[in-house]
């Protein structure tokens, strides 16, 4: 099974830094998808960037970037110039890319298996 | 854009209870899931659906839930006879295809007293 680390519960910036959090995973599997999501206090998470294993470039979305390290499992996130609104619970997800056999005896259509979540506040 | 809604925002029930928490998913979504999250924890993994029929589900999906596309809009997610270690926070997420990105809902908090 696959598992998702989050070692920094949480993480502060001053508004306009950059920060970096930081994930690890585990899996025996080639081919998955990575993500970042947000969870503002208004509950709703919101998807912030999204990696495909199979490509080596790093994604990038505005102020958000990924360093992406296959080989060593690890996914982080950088939020450059870090605004006030940036504040938020992140959460790293892991999802299969490859159709399997579910528990449910259905193909598996790609669960997603979260890591702890780190808690960003930004100062003014 | 389009969103992924979720009643009600907040639900207490009484212990043994049935509930039924609602979702709308994106309208030309086809895989639907459910995932909880509880206070301070992780969020883990129900259940995925697809073409109508449960495609995974985890091991604390027990007999006790069950999910349900009474039509060509609602998903829902019921509780048969709820627990105190129930009482989290449920989201709904959808996607169009299996690769894109799961869109979630605002959540509903479960309270069971």
């Known amino acids: 099974a696959q598992t998702v680390t989050q070692s920094q519960p949480e993480m502060s910036v001053q508004e306009a830094e950059t920060v970096t959090l930081s994930c690890t995973y585990d899996?025996?599997?080639?081919?998955?998808?990575l993500f970042w999501y947000k969870q503002p206090p208004s509950r709703q998470m919101i998807l912030v960037i999204r990696?495909?294993?199979?490509?080596?470039q790093n994604a990038t979305e505005n102020r958000f970037s990924v360093n992406f390290q296959k080989a060593a499992k690890s996914f982080s996130l950088k939020i450059s110039d870090s605004q006030l609104g940036d504040a938020a619970m992140y959460f790293c997800?892991?999802?299969?890319?490859?159709?399997?056999?579910?528990?449910?005896?259905?193909?598996?259509?790609?669960?997603?298996?979260f890591g702890q979540g780190t808690i960003l506040t930004v100062h003014p | 854009e389009p969103e992924v809604t979720q009643t009600p925002s907040h639900q207490v029930t009484q212990m043994g209870q049935e509930v039924i928490l609602r979702c709308v998913p994106i309208?030309?979504?086809?895989?639907f899931y459910w995932y909880r999250q509880i206070l301070g924890q992780k969020v883990e993994f129900l259940v995925s659906f697809y073409n109508n029929e449960i495609s995974e589900k985890s091991e604390i999906f027990d007999d006790q839930f069950s999910v349900e596309r009474p039509d060509g809009s609602n998903f829902t997610l019921k509780i048969r006879s709820t627990k105190l270690e129930d009482s989290a926070m449920y989201f709904c997420a959808s996607s169009r295809t299996r690769q894109q990105p799961q869109h979630f809902g605002d959540g509903t908090r479960l309270s069971i007293l």
């Open positions: 899996t025996s599997e080639s081919d998955y998808y």
């Open positions: 997800a892991y999802r299969s890319a490859i159709p399997r056999v579910g528990e449910a005896g259905g193909t598996s259509y790609g669960k997603l298996t």
């Open positions: 990696q495909e294993a199979y490509k080596q």
């Open positions: 309208s030309n979504h086809l895989y």
